[in-house]
């Protein structure tokens, strides 16, 4: 009895003396202390059984209460505890958090605790655990500092930083050298970052970012100097610029936002895409990484020499863009505008609105397609301009330099000062420096008085567009004058407004036969000049 009523003196002025260590911090209060087990000589008293031990704060509030199996107590040559197996939590309301930990080492008059054989902090209010080898806690600034590497996981996302930092809830927490993935139906994400924090918000912030965005084959990988994880939004975002690269395609914007839900990466400012090549300029636009492209506002594109300007565009993982918009011109000097166009690799096909020019000569269509080799074609509302003719058609064919075209079937025109022309044909070729050659064509000519129409098994029309010369069966009428004409040829002077009929002539003038050879037939003819005027 004695023996025993002497060791719990010596264990209280122990206890004393060791919590003079520290005059602001109150030393531990041990609830239901254990019968002594140690031997009396060693001034260690070893206890046993379960025991709880508050650790308060300077101003009186129990920073954590802790229960577990004392291992060794220090008296009066010591100062120190071990709690094994303890189990803890927080006195504080604004604290909820669970810890568990196989040691807890405690100093009296030191407010920084030791723990651990590893430690498990467990807060509901913020979803969010820490797990740890080793770390210690400040019972006055209730903050974790661990050593190592320490596991979080906020909200479904997975974090391990080395040398970390967090408050006893995890309402916050940061270090160095940290890694995170974030996994769910939609795909997953992975971060490596140098340094990186958790606010209260939950959000979690990455500072000199890497990673990868995986949705299927093989992922995107990001680099960037920030980037914020907000998990209640779904939603990783770069506000200091980021590069992506996808599928060999290096993607970099001013900033951007990856949601995971849409799979699709959001990119705000000033937009650059690059490669193999193909070089793509833009404003704000959208990556979609299942479908594996990207879509982009004000597009400026360059490949091959080939310069496109697009109002919206994508580009594909295989080079192909798609253009809304279009205003391209290409290596060859040829320019087209277009409602909307597909492009790769030189090759393009256009529709919507569709113009062509290249040296002086264009031509409009409904839709048109421009081979890698420059061929051109064109269907829907044709329209081939020259410098002083038209030619409409509905379907055409032409070389890269609009020097040669063909038309099916067609219809060619052309507008004097004192009346028009217009030519309709079953086909026609076009050829810069030779005028247009015209199959079957039939024609109405207009002039100042009168007008006629013309057809002849062949046509051409010079390349000034002056002179129209038929050949193989020609035949001219004009109701007005009551004349029926045919002969072997003859020319339409598109200035004059004069017909010349070559060969045996046979007409038909108001009923009355008539043969002869090389006739003139005035539209618009001068002061003094007859109407017809007869060879031989």
């Not at 008085?449 to 000034?464: I, K, Q, V």
Request: hydrophobic share 35%; aromatic share 6%; charged share 25%.
């Amino acid at each position: 009895m004695r023996v025993r009523r002497r060791l719990w003196v010596m264990l209280a002025t122990g206890l004393g003396l060791s919590a003079c260590v520290s005059l602001d911090t109150p030393p531990p209060r041990i609830k239901k202390p254990p019968p002594e087990q140690s031997a009396k000589d060693t001034g260690l008293f070893a206890v046993g059984g379960r025991t709880t031990v508050d650790f308060p704060r300077a101003d009186g509030t129990t920073a954590l209460s802790a229960t577990g199996q004392i291992s060794a107590l220090m008296g009066a040559a010591g100062g120190t505890g071990d709690l094994l197996d303890i189990e803890a939590s927080s006195r504080l309301p604004e604290y909820d958090s669970q810890l568990a930990a196989g040691r807890l080492r405690y100093e009296l008059g030191r407010q920084v605790i030791t723990l651990d054989h590893r430690l498990d902090v467990r807060s509901a209010s913020h979803r969010a655990t820490m797990r740890a080898e080793r770390g210690e806690f400040n019972t006055e600034t209730l903050e974790f500092v661990i050593a190592g590497r320490a596991r979080f996981t906020y909200d479904g996302t997975m974090l391990f930083i080395r040398g970390a930092h967090a408050k006893y809830d995890l309402r916050s927490a940061g270090g160095v050298d940290l890694w995170a993935r974030r996994a769910s139906d939609s795909g997953t994400w992975t971060a490596r970052a140098k340094r990186g924090d958790v606010d209260a918000s939950g959000c979690i912030v990455f500072a000199e970012v890497t990673g990868d965005m995986a949705v299927g084959g093989k992922p995107a990988t990001f680099e960037a100097p920030r980037a914020a994880w907000h998990g209640k939004d779904g939603q990783l975002n770069f506000e200091n610029g980021v590069t992506i690269t996808l599928d060999g395609a290096k993607l970099h914007a001013e900033a951007a936002t990856y949601e995971m839900a849409s799979r699709r990466v959001t990119t705000r400012g000033a937009t650059t895409l690059a490669r193999d090549g193909l070089s793509v300029a833009g404003t704000g636009g959208t990556v979609d990484l299942a479908a594996r492209q990207a879509r982009l506002n004000g597009i400026n594109a360059q490949m091959n020499g080939d310069h496109l300007r697009a109002d919206t565009g994508t580009v594909g993982d295989d080079r192909t863009l798609r253009l809304s918009g279009v205003n391209a011109t290409l290596a060859d000097g040829t320019t087209l505008n277009a409602g909307t166009a597909t492009y790769r690799d030189k090759a393009m096909t256009a529709s919507g609105g569709v113009r062509v020019t290249k040296d002086g000569s264009s031509f409009s269509a409904n839709t048109a397609t421009r081979s890698a080799s420059g061929a051109l074609t064109a269907s829907g509302g044709v329209r081939l301009s020259r410098d002083s003719y038209w030619v409409r058609g509905d379907r055409l064919t032409a070389d890269r330099g609009l020097t040669s075209a063909t038309m099916s079937p067609l219809r060619a025109g052309g507008q004097g000062d004192e009346g028009a022309w217009t030519i309709s044909a079953s086909s026609g070729r076009a050829g810069r420096g030779d005028g247009l050659s015209m199959e079957s064509p039939s024609g109405v000519f207009h002039g100042r008085d009168r007008r006629a129409s013309a057809s002849a098994g062949h046509a051409t029309l010079s390349p000034d567009a002056k002179l129209v010369t038929f050949s193989g069966g020609f035949r001219l009428t004009s109701p007005s004058d009551g004349l029926t004409v045919t002969a072997n040829g003859g020319t339409f002077d598109t200035k004059a407004k004069t017909f010349r009929l070559t060969g045996d002539v046979h007409a038909d003038v108001q009923g009355a036969k008539v043969t002869g050879r090389s006739w003139v037939y005035r539209l618009g003819r001068g002061e003094g000049e007859p109407v017809v005027e007869t060879g031989r």
